[in-house]
């Protein structure tokens, strides 16, 4: 048997899926491998429905793939329909695959709004991919929140709850039993004083927390400042934990500048960022 992958000729408007052309194409079952984001068991029973729906509908909707090269593809989006498909003993699938090269982030981020979409994730899954793309891949949490489409806010939660938070109140994040708000309050207290809130924490409301907060949560110095010259005899005055925020003025320069010069409105999105992250200081 020929292990030749058939390829359809690309569209002459090829879909954009997030931003990336994709093209129809049929391709082996073998050839086919998980997303690291996706290797993880699923019931049986959520297979065979998918089984019984190909039987009577068909595929109504086709995997999403990235090319790997060699002939081989790795899954975006599609896991439950790729092994259904293999639970009946076919060969072969039409597949959309994702043209174009890739990078690790970019694939994940794909990964992630596309499932997101369809069946979703658990809190756990959820919660180690955002932590993923700060921790391994080095985005800054607003890159983050703009890549996956989400709020700033939950990616800020999540990085914080990872890096404060015991394992065992994160595991209560995860099945349900305790608030992420509670939990992202919470991480804010010494870890022995956590340790001695594991048997009650759940049963803790937001203003009870706030006060432990009060008495017990972690002191942090005053931020150290850094001036900043950008011309016309104006110089920001920025604290040095806002390094993002440094960025993102870096990245707006210009524009402030003309802004500056002209006497216009300054842009949208540096204006923002200012109110969020500056305040006047004495």
Request: glycine share 6%; proline share 7%.
């Amino acid at each position: 048997m020929s292990t030749a992958v058939a390829t359809a000729a690309p569209d002459p408007e090829p879909n954009r899926l997030k931003g990336y052309a994709t093209v129809a194409r049929r391709v082996r079952l073998a050839s086919i491998t998980e997303s690291p984001l996706l290797d993880r068991r699923r019931p049986l029973a959520v297979i065979e429905e998918m089984v019984d729906s190909i039987r009577e509908k068909g595929l109504l909707c086709p995997p999403i793939l990235r090319d790997m090269g060699n002939g081989t593809y790795r899954i975006v989006a599609g896991a439950t329909r790729i092994a259904a498909l293999r639970y009946l003993g076919e060969e072969e699938v039409d597949a959309k695959v994702v043209l174009g090269d890739l990078s690790e982030a970019a694939e994940k981020a794909l990964t992630f709004t596309e499932n997101e979409k369809r069946s979703g994730w658990t809190a756990r899954e959820r919660h180690e991919i955002i932590v993923s793309f700060v921790v391994k891949d080095g985005l800054s949490q607003i890159e983050v929140a703009q890549k996956l489409g989400i709020a700033h806010s939950e990616v800020c939660k999540a990085c914080k709850i990872d890096a404060r938070l015991l394992p065992e109140l994160r595991d209560r994040v995860f099945d349900g039993t305790l608030p992420t708000s509670n939990a992202y309050q919470l991480s804010a207290l010494p870890p022995d004083v956590q340790r001695e809130l594991l048997a009650t924490a759940h049963t803790l409301t937001r203003s009870q927390i706030t006060d432990l907060v009060v008495r017990h949560g972690r002191k942090t110095p005053p931020p150290e400042y850094v001036e900043i010259d950008v011309g016309f005899g104006i110089t920001i005055r920025a604290p040095l934990d806002k390094l993002e925020v440094l960025r993102q003025v870096g990245k707006h320069l210009p524009k402030s500048l003309d802004w500056i010069k002209d006497g216009g409105q300054p842009p949208a999105a540096l204006s923002e960022y200012f109110k969020q992250h500056f305040r006047p200081q004495p």
